[in-house]
Structures are given as structure tokens and as C-alpha cells.
């Protein structure tokens, strides 16, 4: 079992989750943090953290969030990962308020 970032995480990217996770699972991207699921020993802290409520569980998704568990792994193979703080992007605080963002998140190519 994993934690998953999912959509209220897009254009956002807090940070908060980042700095809590004792075992280095995230990946940064431009405009979302990824969970590598190799690595995370599933302690939710992350997902108390979080300020917008973006991560869960994976056994918690919705049917229409199922889909992130297969992208946080994809993606945890193309960003970095994490090995400093993360900052929020600048309009995070206007993004936190939005729904149906998932068309903003910019996905590089698949390895």
C-alpha cells in the first residue's frame, strides 16, 4: 500500500508533504509532487500534512482518482526526487480553491 498525490495537489505543490515523509518518497515536478510507491512505507503522514486534502491512501481513492496511483509511479521515474525543501508555486493559495485541474498538469513524456 501507498500513499497518492492527486489533483488538489496540481498548480499548488505546498511543500508541507515533502518535509514530513521520514522515508524520501517524493518526486518534484513543475507543478505537482509525486509518491515513488517503491518507497513509501504507507504512514500517512503526508496526508495529515497536506493543506489541500491532495493525498490518500491509494486503497481510499475514488474510482475517478484511481488513475494517479498509475501516474505517481510513472512520474516518480521522470522528477527528481526531493532532496530539498519544496517552496509553493506562487498563485498556489488562488490554485487551492479551484477544482478540475487535472488538464493543467503539463506530464512529460513516459519513459
Do not use: S
Amino acid at each position: 500500500m501507498t500513499c497518492v498525490v492527486t489533483e488538489p495537489c496540481i498548480k499548488c505543490r505546498f511543500g508541507d508533504c515533502v518535509f514530513a515523509c521520514p522515508v524520501g518518497a517524493f518526486h518534484v515536478g513543475p507543478e505537482f509532487v509525486v509518491i515513488n510507491p517503491a518507497v513509501c512505507v504507507n504512514c500517512t503522514t503526508c496526508v495529515i500534512v497536506c493543506p489541500v486534502g491532495a493525498i490518500v491512501p491509494d486503497y481510499e481513492l475514488r474510482p475517478d482518482q484511481r488513475w494517479f496511483a498509475e501516474e505517481n509511479a510513472r512520474l516518480a521515474g521522470v522528477y527528481p526526487q526531493a532532496d530539498e525543501p519544496v517552496t509553493p508555486l506562487p498563485d498556489a493559495e488562488a490554485w487551492a480553491l479551484r477544482t478540475d485541474k487535472k488538464a493543467w498538469l503539463a506530464t512529460p513524456p513516459g519513459k
